[in-house]
């Protein structure tokens, strides 16, 4: 598992080593990875523009801002905004109900490009670890993480969503988009998978994806007390719930129920959803073995058939095991 600093520091690697000229637009992909588009080479301006065609972003903050945050001013805190790709999209949809917009990153290279496309005046921290203590409380009324999830291992996951119940208004959303979840059969996440596996096979570092999946999103959010609102094969929308107690839930109520869109990108524009019910949590079952009992294993009668079975089997070795076992009951008289 890195730790975000290291991750930081591979970002601004990668910031630092880009050259415009090396990239063609993200457009797709396939068994082998991305695939892209040179054609639309021209949309990539600046590092970080590479990762994807901004109009699907544009579509699904638009639905999110309509439908999930409520009227009024909105307090945005994006966690991983690197270049501004996905920052300039959102601040462009919320227009003037923009209240303040806080960013808080690992990568102070790549911040410095945002800091040169975006004239709206954000509020940049940088971090080293899992980190919004400098944060005010209940002061945000939606957390945008696009394409950063999937530069967080699933214990800083655990903890960013534990700290954002802290900084969230009640009710908030946070909208994680371009995560990678397994456990829903979808090829696209598989093959980044394995591709992923075949980097570590040959000891590729650098920037690369963590996995996770759609069970154990459901369950942290359950026992954070979030309120799911969808999750699909790419990320999820959740409110901060309204907090039962200061901890996360140690034991579950009940099954963990998640509403669950195939989409890996339309889910705010279809809104098809299915709910999805995990196994009860309850106690376990009891197990039908007995338990390992301490001492000698007992000599069942399937032991006792296979030990016959042998004397007939191997010629003079009746004989030697009468004579042990005499020798052995003479022994035990003479104590
Ligand atoms: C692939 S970029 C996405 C940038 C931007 N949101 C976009 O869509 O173009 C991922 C960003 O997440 C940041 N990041 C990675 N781990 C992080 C962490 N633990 N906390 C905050 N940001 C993190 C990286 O530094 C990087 O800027």
């Not at 696209?188 to 996995?211: K, L, M, P, S, Y």
Request: some cysteine; aromatic content about 8%.
């Amino acid at each position: 598992v890195k730790k975000p600093s290291d991750v930081g520091a591979d970002f601004d690697d990668y910031a630092r080593r880009w050259r415009k000229d090396e990239y063609g637009l993200e457009s797709g992909y396939d068994a082998r990875g991305v695939t892209r588009d040179p054609g639309r080479a021209d949309q990539v301006q600046r590092p970080g523009d590479e990762w994807g065609d901004v109009a699907p972003l544009r579509e699904a903050y638009g639905g999110l801002v309509a439908d999930f945050v409520a009227p009024g001013p909105v307090n945005v805190l994006e966690i991983g905004a690197g270049g501004g790709r996905s920052t300039a999209v959102l601040l462009d949809v919320l227009g003037d109900r923009v209240g303040e917009y806080h960013v808080v990153d690992v990568s102070p290279v790549f911040v410095e490009v945002l800091k040169e496309r975006i004239e709206f005046p954000v509020d940049v921290h940088i971090v080293t670890d899992v980190d919004l203590s400098g944060l005010p409380v209940e002061h945000f009324d939606l957390c945008l993480a696009q394409s950063s999830w999937s530069h967080i291992g699933i214990y800083d996951q655990y903890r960013y969503l534990r700290e954002l119940r802290r900084v969230l208004r009640p009710g908030a959303p946070v909208y994680v988009n371009g995560q990678f979840l397994l456990g829903v059969g979808n090829d696209w996440t598989w093959n980044r998978f394995v591709r992923r596996v075949d980097q570590i096979d040959r000891d590729i570092q650098g920037v690369f994806h963590e996995f996770t999946s759609f069970a154990a999103v459901a369950e942290m959010l359950t026992r954070l007390q979030y309120d799911i609102e969808c999750i699909n094969t790419a990320g999820f929308i959740a409110r901060r719930g309204v907090l039962l107690a200061d901890r996360s839930l140690a034991t579950l109520p009940g099954p963990i129920s998640a509403p669950f869109n195939r989409s890996p990108h339309d889910f705010l524009a279809t809104r098809v959803v299915n709910p999805v019910t995990l196994p009860d949590g309850g106690p376990a079952p009891p197990s039908p073995l007995p338990p390992a009992a301490a001492g000698p294993a007992p000599s069942g009668p399937d032991r006792g058939a296979s030990f016959r079975q042998l004397l007939k089997r191997i010629p003079g070795l009746r004989p030697l095991v009468l004579a042990a076992r005499r020798r052995r009951s003479g022994s035990g008289s003479r104590r």
